[in-house]
């Protein structure tokens, strides 16, 4: 495969990643460069971008980094504050991983789920 080409399964990977991230990030850049639609769109294209070309060492990052969140939160019970210390990133980041965790989970188990749906950890992203 040639340089700055990825492959269809990559390209799906990245569309996929594209759906799931594409609004945050909008108002996000919205946010930053305060109301700026159309300039805001631009930095995010530039952004999936560059994705595109570095997609096979960027792939599954954020959702190892989610794995690993999960794994000390609710595995070994540390706080987001020693979560954040130990992944090396920010504590906002460990609570937005924790909630969008805990919301895949709660839509696997639909109705089925054993709890109330309440404002534990990781509800507020």
Request: with cysteine; net charge negative; glycine share 8%.
């Amino acid at each position: 495969m040639s340089e700055g080409k990825i492959s269809p399964h990559e390209a799906q990977e990245l569309d996929a990643c594209f759906r799931a991230e594409a609004s945050d990030l909008f108002g996000h850049a919205c946010a930053v460069i305060w109301g700026d639609q159309a300039l805001s769109r631009d930095h995010v294209q530039a952004a999936f971008e560059a994705a595109a070309l570095a997609w096979r060492g960027l792939r599954g990052r954020a959702q190892e980094q989610q794995h690993a969140a999960a794994l000390l939160r609710w595995g070994l019970d540390m706080k987001e504050g020693e979560i954040a210390a130990v992944l090396g990133i920010a504590e906002k980041t460990v609570s937005v991983h924790l909630y969008r965790l805990r919301r895949k989970l709660l839509l696997q188990l639909g109705a089925d789920r054993p709890f109330a749906d309440d404002a534990g950890e990781g509800t507020s992203p």
